[in-house]
């Protein structure tokens, strides 16, 4: 059974960071790709990092390029979004995405969010 639990999401000044981690398990992490989406309320949902390859390239919203890094640790299952300087703006709920590697190819999964406060 595929989990994707996102953890790290709370309330911070502006201009202070948080680290959000993605616990994964159930499909065969280190040969998926991970993404951060977010979603402010009343807005879409949309991409904020995504790993683009197997060769560690990465993409990212321009609204957060300079700010905020996905990485991961493949001995963990788990994939970081280290955010930097935050601003009012970056608040949303922020979620996991995986496009996973499962015995039947490649499956899009989605963990359940945890959500990020940017405020004074």
């Known amino acids: 059974q595929v989990q994707l639990v996102e953890s790290g999401g709370g309330a911070v000044q502006p201009g202070g960071s948080l680290r959000l981690s993605c616990a994964a398990s159930?499909?065969?992490?280190?040969?998926?790709?991970m993404s951060w989406y977010r979603q402010a309320p009343g807005k879409e949902r949309e991409l904020v990092a995504a790993e683009q390859s197997t060769d560690g390239s990465t993409n990212y919203a321009d609204s957060v390029k300079g700010r905020f890094t996905i990485s991961r640790e493949n001995a963990k299952n788990t994939v970081y979004l280290q955010m930097n300087s935050l601003k009012p703006e970056d608040t949303a709920v922020y979620y996991c995405?995986?496009?996973?590697?499962?015995?039947?190819?490649?499956?899009?999964?989605w963990g359940k969010g945890t959500p990020v406060t940017v405020s004074s």
């Open positions: 995405y995986a496009r996973a590697r499962t015995i039947n190819g490649y499956r899009p999964y």
């Open positions: 159930g499909f065969t992490f280190s040969l998926s790709f």
